[in-house]
């Protein structure tokens, strides 16, 4: 006798219900397309190098999955997480890709990748990306370059066994946050007299990425698209510090002060 345990499936067919339901009203029509779960999923993307004459490389990997909302934030190359065997399967069937399309150029093949190193493919981008330069700095390939004697009309100047891993890169994208406008400021100015000035102050993300990269899970290589919602549950403070901190901090920026209006005391009165 074959002996199992069935679980619960009452949740799942009140949910099925409930959902076909749902796109009946809405849409008029009750068909759902069920989506496969992936247990903490990782981005992982691999760089793709074409002719028109039917060749076609993959330039290894960089992993994007430290992201905030649904955008890259750190990249690296390679990733910490994937063996030499799925990194070739990964590349050759984005090479297969590649090829089947006729490709040409250099692309980027972007993966979701589970827990178990099982792939899937998510899309493809038909453009050089802005984190080209890690995979650059492990590679020696000059992307840019290929891609113009690609289009040109040439064949690729290496094969895959030339392609290496030297080394390991990262790429963090520094971005506006808020921008706070000031639009009573007068200015007194000679030439521009009369005139209305716009003063806008930038923040920006710096000090999250300083937060990321020093983290002990990024350190350890224990990271998924979910790592900010789940490192981050109420969102990004910045860096908190205590109350000796914080006193130090004031001691050295009030000393810094003085010191520069010494300075500028001394370099005035030399010029009078």
Not at 15 to 41: H, V
Request: proline share 4%; charged share 25%; glycine share 4%.
């Amino acid at each position: 006798m074959l002996c199992c345990v069935i679980p619960d499936v009452l949740p799942y067919r009140e949910g099925f219900r409930f959902s076909s339901q749902e796109a009946a009203s809405s849409f008029g029509d009750d068909r759902l397309l069920i989506e496969k779960y992936i247990d903490n999923p990782r981005h992982i993307e691999i760089q793709v190098l074409a002719d028109k004459h039917g060749n076609a490389l993959w330039l290894n990997e960089r992993e994007c999955s430290i992201q905030r909302r649904n955008q890259k934030v750190v990249e690296e190359a390679p990733s910490t997480f994937l063996d030499p065997d799925t990194r070739r399967a990964m590349g050759e069937q984005a090479v297969q890709l590649a090829k089947a399309v006729k490709y040409s150029s250099a692309g980027t093949v972007e993966f979701l990748v589970d827990s178990k190193k099982n792939f899937y493919f998510l899309e493809m981008n038909t453009r050089l990306q802005v984190e080209h330069p890690i995979t650059e700095c492990i590679t020696g390939l000059d992307l840019v370059e290929q891609m113009i004697r690609v289009a040109k009309g040439y064949r690729l100047q290496h094969e895959q066994k030339d392609v290496p891993i030297n080394g390991w890169a990262i790429e963090s994208r520094v971005y506006a946050e808020v921008s706070e406008c000031l639009h009573d400021a007068e200015w007194d100015l000679e030439v521009l007299s009369s005139q209305k000035w716009l003063l806008i102050r930038v923040t920006h993300n710096i000090p999250l990425l300083r937060e990321i990269i020093t983290h002990p899970r990024f350190i350890s290589g224990d990271i998924s698209t979910n790592f900010l919602p789940e490192v981050y549950p109420d969102g990004f403070k910045g860096h908190q510090l205590d109350v000796e901190s914080r006193r130090e901090l004031l001691a050295a920026a009030a000393a810094l002060h003085v010191t520069s209006q010494v300075c500028s005391q001394k370099i005035l009165g030399h010029l009078r």
